[in-house]
């Protein structure tokens, strides 16, 4: 009892999200990509919108270690600021979908007579395919990038909403709801104090997941051209503007890639840690 | 003169409370008729098995019958302010009893290991509900909270206001309940087997506890159980419920020495320490044949399907409830031949 209490609790949740390997890699090479976007300016090579045309389409070298683009751009440079506008997108998206679809899973799971109408929308939003829906948003809303975050927030929020929902479902007819309505607490407090605040880990868990998808998305839908304009560098424009090349220059479409896959992957990765550790039921079988 | 009868009234004075369930297959009615009174600074007791309707007695008193299905048909509740004025919960609007609750009056739950915020420390589940009730700025609410612990008897009760409900014990945490319930000094406190999850040896503590707070605060207690050896101890007052119905109520020595109606002989005999012993010197505790019948589908007397002394007549009608002495009421025809 007092070795658990002497322990703090960060470092008990560190512990245990640690437990496995894989997720320590994850959340390592998490921090590496987030850094290099946020210092960006500070330790890229080069310039990401200086071009040389004597150097365009160079292989990878010392020089430029993931080579140049048809404009003779360093592509590790690009690939860096291109970390800042698809995480930041990601960030936003998430940001989003999280404030909208808790309030939307709370108002519907904790009010019965609200479930049917917002299930109902969720389930039809979430019959549309996400990439399709996605690139109908972005073609009626005009491409930008703060349209391709409205998007996938409208795309991805049915998600939250539904798993936030279910939680509420579980947790408003715990006996310590019961209680805290014997006590007096109104209606708005034991909401947000005495169901958000249990249902905190799965929102924590889906945020993960959203991220990644988000990512994910952007690239694609960048890819298409139906997302971020050209002229900003991220992961997915690279790709799409790099693939006519692809025969003669692979490092163009390569390393983009491998960031999308890399970033992707360790979000999901991490994803699947929390949603382990998190889990009662789980985590005594780890 | 005025005065005197206010004084005179009840604390909690309970009239003919009928709650009607609405479902798929039609109302049904778990609590009908039920009368029931709660003296400040007195002890009630609700007695009576699973489904005669105690708890959702104690739930239409409070106001948190499930809605929408659940509602109160018939009846008054009529609860005495701390100001004197006197409202009826039964027809009170929500906002006026949600103001009651935990304020005036205060109810603790037979589960302590699921009845507190798994993710808030104790000390800020009181100071939450102190805040909720009391104009005090968090610090105030605070301290008061660590207070409140030590009045419960949580030793070094600073500290613990800092731990989460799963780092205490069962009896810790049913403490924790009763200081909750307490920390807005409440006039009346509804205990749902309050003591039913526990060790023995803590149900004794936590009796002792909820009547030293009683008399302390003068505080009127209704104390929901079946279990007839806790009535015995902490009781003034005993109102027996079967099926729904009140079927007996008296002062606390009636109910064990000078029972009217064959259901509460019954369950004073099912006691072990009332068990006899058979011809092999083996105690043998008694038990009432059959099981609560539906509330749905009764005429006549709710218990002459499992009663020794049923008549033709009690199967006919239902009785009302008769008076058999003084404070002492019994719905049985047959009463005056026990």
Sequence with gaps: MSAMTARSPVRLFLQRLFRRKLVLVAVIILLVIVLLAILAPWISPYSPTGMRVSQRLRPPSLTNWFGTDEFGRDVLTRIIYGGRASLGIGVAVVMCTMLAGTVLGLIAGYFRALDAVIMRLVDAMMSLPDILLAIFLVAVLGASAGNVVLALSIVYTPRVTRVVRSSTLVVRELPFVEAARALGVSTWRIMTMHILLNVASPILVQATFIFAYAVLAEAGLSFLGAGVPPDIPTWGTMIAAGQQYADRAVWLVLFPG???????LSLQLLGDGLRDMLDPKLRKAL | MMETSVQERPLLDIRGLEVTFRTEGGDVVPVRGVDLRVEAGKTTALVGESGSGKSVTSLAIMGLLPRPYGRVSKGVAEFRRRSGAVVDLASAGQGVVRALRGNEIAMIFQEPMTSLNPVMTVGEQIAEQVRLHMALAPQAA?????????????????????????????????????????????????????????????????????????????????????????????????????????????????????????????????????????????????????????????????????????????????????????????????????
């Design chain 1, 258 to 264: 491998l960031a999308i896959v890399f970033a992707a």
């Design chain 2, 142 to 338: 605070m301290r008061h909270a660590v207070e409140m612990l030590s009045l419960v008897e949580i030793p070094d009760a600073a500290r613990r206001a800092g731990d989460y409900p799963h780092q205490m014990s069962g009896g810790m945490r049913q403490r924790v309940m009763i200081a909750l319930a307490m920390s807005c000094n409440p006039r009346l406190l509804i205990a749902d087997e309050p003591t039913t999850a526990l060790d023995v040896t803590i149900q004794a503590q936590i009796l002792d506890l909820i009547e030293r707070l009683r008399k302390e605060h003068s505080m009127g207690v209704l104390f929901i159980t079946h279990n007839l050896a806790v009535v015995a101890e902490i009781a003034d007052t005993v109102t027996v419920m079967y099926a729904g119905e009140v079927v007996e109520k008296a002062n606390v020595r009636d109910i064990f020495h000078n029972s009217r109606h064959p259901y509460t002989a019954a369950l004073v005999d099912c006691l072990p320490e009332r068990a006899r012993r058979d011809s092999n010197g083996r105690r043998i505790v008694a038990a009432i044949p059959g099981s609560v019948t539906s509330a749905a589908e009764a005429t006549g007397c709710r218990f002459a399907p499992r009663c020794q002394r049923a008549v033709e007549a009690c199967e006919a009608g239902s009785p009302e409830l008769l008076v058999a002495g003084t404070g002492h009421e019994v719905r049985c025809f047959r009463w005056s031949e026990a």
